[in-house]
């Protein structure tokens, strides 16, 4: 149970993959947080992480590492489908967690998980790195103080160039492939964020021989007639560009929108105004931040980015999926 901790966060890492591999660069810019441990399904990956990294404890097994005593928070790495059963048992072992995105593969998993880390009063968050980026932090400032009016439309795209494989985790269902979770989750989050949770979901798209989404475009809602227009592939690279228009101007978040440096703000008859705000390392401290700062006071969610936003994110997610014709599970064996 989280109390709030009056030392350091001792850090373990769980899955040490491509973005393990960055996000762990950044715990130097995180203060009063240390990572100290990893865990692979494999002894030697666990080992060679640990060497390359400095970390003092390398585990050949999940389960050990989220027993372990010399950690108090765990980020969960893994494939989309691989976070449910680990949350379930860090929850109940008292660890906090950071899971990457897409939080779950289904919303019945993310469910549970939300429900075992509150029983648990454990502090928990989507790793959605977007929301931490300072470039948005002024965004939503900026639309707080009703800059650009009431907010009525998002348009955002994210697509990259992955040539199809079957192998790869973004084609094979077991990983969870398809653009909609791993980057469609962008998009949805962004408008989500901005215009809430919406009325209706309309998508259409193509599938990867695997039988995940390639790509799709989604249409998004609200009965006042505010909507969102978002564009994820995986067939090709694409701009990776955001605007956000209200009824007395708009911002474009410039490429790449989901990590940005750069926006614009134009207030309607004004001249456009450029504003940087470059983020910290590779960009991936200030969500840590959050996470330490949050452990340390004794929090259990993030304020910006709530454990209901990221359900209501996986539930558009999963509407989308569903109208493609992909139906995602949870993988039963991320423990054993
Ligand atoms: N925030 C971001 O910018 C960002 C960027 C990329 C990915 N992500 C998210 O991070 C997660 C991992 O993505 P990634 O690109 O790092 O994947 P990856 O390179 O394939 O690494 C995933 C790691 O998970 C572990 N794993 C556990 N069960 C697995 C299974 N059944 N199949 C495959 N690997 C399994 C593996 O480590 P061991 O076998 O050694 O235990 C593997 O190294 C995804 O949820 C993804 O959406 C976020």
Known sequence: MTTGLDREVRWGIIGPGGIAGKVIKDFPLVPNAVPVAVASRSQQRADAFAAEHGLLEAYGSYRELIMSDSVDALYIATPHPQH????LAAAEAGKAVLVEKSFAATVDGATLMIEAVRRHRVFAMEAMWTRFQPAIVAVRELIDAGEIGEPRQVQADLGVNRPYDPADRL????QGGGATLDLGVYVVSLAHYVLGRPDSVL???SLAPTGVDADAAIMLGYQDGRIASLITTLRHQTPGAARITGTAGWIDILPRFHHPTTFVITRTGEQPERVERPQTGGGYAHELIEVTEGI???RTESSIMPLDDTLAVQQTLAE????????????DHALS
Do not use: F, K, N, S
């Open 320 to 331: 989308v999926c569903h109208q493609l014709g992909v139906e995602h599970r949870e993988d």
């Open 84 to 87: 449910r059963d680990l949350v």
């Open 203 to 205: 998508a259409t798209g």
């Open 171 to 174: 084609y094979d269902p077991a």
């Open 296 to 298: 340390r006071a004794g």
